[in-house]
């Protein structure tokens, strides 16, 4: 639980190229002012071959951040991930992790990310159709 401790890109790069987490399940690396750059770390790290939880919650993420994590071959075990409060993700991003069948996701916490309330109710209905089975609405 890296909670609060503001480690960056830098940081997170820094734990996707230690070997040491190579059997890591879960990884919370909410309010670290972690940005794209630190999502790419992520989406090609080695450790993240066993990651079952990612929680990138109140970071800098923006699209093409959840993009690479979306298209990352190595996060194929990822059941739940946290993106919520990153306001710069929109709905590209949304509808890539959506429709990606890579990250077999089972849920997704992602109130107050950047796709406002108008979104809601069709990105809920994406998720049901797309069979996650929890969604969380706030």
């Known amino acids: 639980n890296l909670y609060q401790n503001f480690i960056g890109d830098a940081g997170v790069q820094a734990i996707a190229h230690a070997e040491c987490f190579e059997q890591l399940h879960t990884l919370q690396l909410d309010e670290n ?45 990822l059941h739940t991930l946290c993106i919520y409060g990153n306001r710069d993700i929109g709905m590209e991003g949304i509808e890539a992790l959506v429709h990606a069948r890579r990250v077999p996701l089972q849920a997704l916490y992602l109130d107050f990310a950047g796709i406002g309330f108008e979104h809601m109710d069709r990105i809920c209905d994406m998720l049901r159709e797309s069979g996650i089975p929890k969604v969380m609405e706030s």
């Open 33 to 77: 002012e972690v940005g794209d750059l630190g999502a790419y770390a992520l989406a090609d790290a080695t450790c993240a071959a066993h990651l079952i939880r990612l929680d990138l919650s109140s970071n800098a993420l923006t699209d093409k951040g959840l993009l690479a994590i979306v298209g990352s071959k190595r996060l194929t075990r």
